[in-house]
């Protein structure tokens, strides 16, 4: 009955799932996450035959966000997401490029800041917002209740967790934006997420190690 359709894009040395998203109904979408190599990104909605009408960030990281400003310029959209508090992560785009050796990154300042709570439109498809701060403070998840899909950048992983070592990580509030906010959406619900595979919040509160300790406080 899904009337999302997703074409998962991997894009820089990261292997990022930069995600085109779209309401088969409308075909419009939105491209979630273009960290770079925005020939592909190009290349996919082209033969999608999509009308891009916004992208939206999970987080601030380089692999996620390093595209787009030169995204957003050349289709004319507006940049929605992530959270506020992943600002100073945008803001350094072009100092983390160099550090990693990555070219042509360009700090971008979305048009709309998300909380916890708001609601951003795929077509005529709403996806909730969940603010889910560990891997970075101001990560995000896009949550669609009705297509039982999550969309959660680097927060959760097939069998993994995102990472917490990087600046303004947090271990502790990661876990907890997981067990108070993504287990909750149901066994069923299937994510994309930043790196890797796809899996169902069910699996993952079966099977993910790091979910499987005694709770915390
Ligand atoms: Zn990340
Ligand atoms: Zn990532």
Redesign the pocket.
Known sequence: MSDLRAAIIPVTP?Q?NCTLLWSEKTKKGVVIDPGGDLDRIRQAIAESGVTVEKILLTHG?I??AAGAADLKEELGVPVEGPHEADRFLLDRLPETGRMYGIEGARAVTPDRWLNDGDTVTVGEVTLDVLHCPGHSPGSVAFVSPSQRVAIV??VLFQGSVGRVDLPGGDGKALIRSIKDKLLPLGDDVAFIC??GPMSTIGDERRTNPFLLGEPIE
């Open positions: 990261f990022q990281h692999d996620h950048g680097d930043g790196h």
